[in-house]
């Protein structure tokens, strides 16, 4: 089977599926390539543009039920990973058929990697399965037995992904909240406005739930703490005006205990910093990217945009446009969250125009490439 130039397929609408069965689906390719080795991961020697491109995106699907066109997309290779919500959830069972299905898939994948199975499992509000962990982030920094506590949150959060057949949690949220009722608070998203604790129980969450083999993911860098209640990136732009200062020493400060503690993936923000980029999104900026978490933190995993079709992101981008500049400053997973699989397709075929044409530079790609390999390797 010819691997096609690009999958189309017509935009669906974001209605979630009720009662759906989850489909049978039979994809068959043939792939032959010879092995290379790449630091902690295999990987055919020659992968088409596309191929290469799709090591960087994260897809996603409306309802109950994965469409043949993302079944065909995984099994040509154009896919690291599928992220899940709670429209796509029915029962920890059924999720896991559908994640059978979508390995089933995956083994006629040049690529042979595991697929990335994420979903956001922080706790208390935020859960996309129902069980651990029920404690919010507040409930857990508030407690008198605080580091036990995020100990059995990080535990449970892996052994719960497991029995859904899942491998990454994005989670922990690192931010260090401000005041009460903020963009963080007001959901128990945060540990603390003390950035120590969000620190010491950020770490042993990542410790705790990595032990389990499910990768965690510390969000949002450099930090959401300092947003109200109204800013909101999925909704629309926000921009965050703390010192320099304030933010490594307040903001970004819990990233270094989370990357000492082995944290495998990093989801940058899509705020404005105006003290370290006062023109770009985080996602956006290299200076960010680069700088500060890769340079300035040492952090080698892999970071992961949050979503790609956030409101804070002018509107007058298309996703080929997002996804090409998020890839140019740094980011090595795209998060195609918007459950339309044509959103994965855009994103596919713009990386592989621009690792082609040049206009992304190959040394570039190749490494975010192998990092997302050997974390795919690594499950």
């Not at 088409?48 to 993302?70: D, F, K």
């Not at 008198?144 to 059995?152: E, M, Y």
């Not at 992904?161 to 949690?169: I, K, P, T």
Request: proline share 4%; glycine share 8%.
């Amino acid at each position: 089977m010819d691997e096609p130039r690009s999958l189309h397929v017509r935009r669906r609408t974001l209605l979630a599926a009720t009662g759906a069965a989850v489909a049978a689906a039979s994809v068959t390719t043939t792939a032959a390539a010879a092995a290379t080795r790449l630091p902690g991961a295999a990987r055919p020697a020659t992968l088409t543009a596309a191929q290469t491109a799709g090591q960087r995106v994260i897809w996603s699907y409306p309802g109950l039920t994965p469409p043949q066109s993302l079944l065909t997309a995984i099994s040509y290779g154009h896919a690291a990973g599928v992220i899940f919500f709670g429209e796509n959830i029915s029962s920890n069972s059924q999720i896991a058929s559908v994640i059978a299905q979508l390995n089933e898939a995956n083994a006629s994948n040049p690529v042979k990697s595991p697929l990335l199975m994420m979903t956001d499992q922080e706790g208390g509000q935020v859960r996309r399965l129902s069980g651990a962990p029920t404690l919010s982030e507040k409930q857990i920094g508030a407690s008198s037995q605080a580091s036990s506590q995020a100990a059995s949150a990080g535990t449970g959060a892996g052994q719960n992904l497991l029995s859904a057949s899942m491998n990454m949690n994005l989670a922990p949220v690192l931010d260090v909240y401000r005041t009460a009722g903020d963009f963080d608070d007001q959901y128990g998203r945060s540990y603390s406005t003390d950035p120590a604790v969000c620190s010491s129980l950020g770490s042993v969450f990542i410790h705790s739930q990595q032990q389990t083999g499910v990768v965690a993911c510390a969000k949002h860098f450099p930090g959401l703490g300092a947003a109200t209640a109204s800013e909101d990136t999925d909704a629309g732009p926000v921009t965050l005006t703390q010192s320099l200062s304030d933010l490594r020493n307040i903001d970004e400060y819990p990233y270094a205990a989370a990357i000492t503690s082995g944290v495998k993936s990093v989801m940058v923000s899509w705020a404005i910093y105006t003290a370290l980029d006062s023109t770009n999104p985080a996602g956006f900026s290299s200076a960010i990217i680069q700088g500060e978490l890769r340079d300035r933190l040492g952090f080698t995993g892999v970071t992961i945009t949050d979503a790609l079709e956030a409101g804070a992101i002018p509107s007058s981008m298309t996703t080929a446009q997002r996804s090409v500049k998020a890839a140019g400053a740094g980011m090595d997973l795209l998060l195609c969250s918007a459950r339309d699989v044509s959103q994965g397709i855009d994103a596919v075929n713009a990386l592989a125009d621009a690792y082609t044409s040049g206009s992304l530079p190959k040394s570039a790609f190749d490494a975010a490439v192998s990092r997302v390999q050997a974390l795919r390797a690594s499950i």
